[in-house]
């Protein structure tokens, strides 16, 4: 069993999809683990995505993630991870799979409808970054 983090961003909220994506997780083997919806402060999206930090789009990304509430979960099941990225689709949403949640629901590169964790060291720490440990079951 492995947990992910997953977050459905702020295009995805603002369009009335959270069920719709929620149950493309549940559909497909990943159970609910933890969930809540957040209005992060540009503290949490600078400090959340450091990683890209020096990348050209680390502004636009920062600003586009503060632009509204987020619903963060974790999702567990086998092979989570990997499980996650495959339903989320390919990063540019004109390059996602068809059915994937990306070709499905996100406009372009910068408003893609979701995030999730790309390894189990960064899920953890991703996991760790919104949840306490009693917060998830
Ligand atoms: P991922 O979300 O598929 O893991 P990452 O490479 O980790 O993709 O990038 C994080 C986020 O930064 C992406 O989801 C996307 O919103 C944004 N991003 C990545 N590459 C670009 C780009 O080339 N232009 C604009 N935004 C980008
Ligand atoms: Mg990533």
Known sequence: ???TLSIIKPDAVAKGVIGKILDRFESNGLKIAAMKKVQLSRQDAEAFYAVHAARPFFNDLVDFMVSGPV???VLEGENAVLKNRDLMGATNP???APGTIRADFAENIDANAVHGSDSLENAR???AFFFSGREIS
């Open 1 to 3: 069993m492995e947990q």
């Open 94 to 96: 004109k390059e996602a």
């Open 125 to 127: 720490n991703e996991i």
């Open 71 to 73: 619903v963060v979960t």
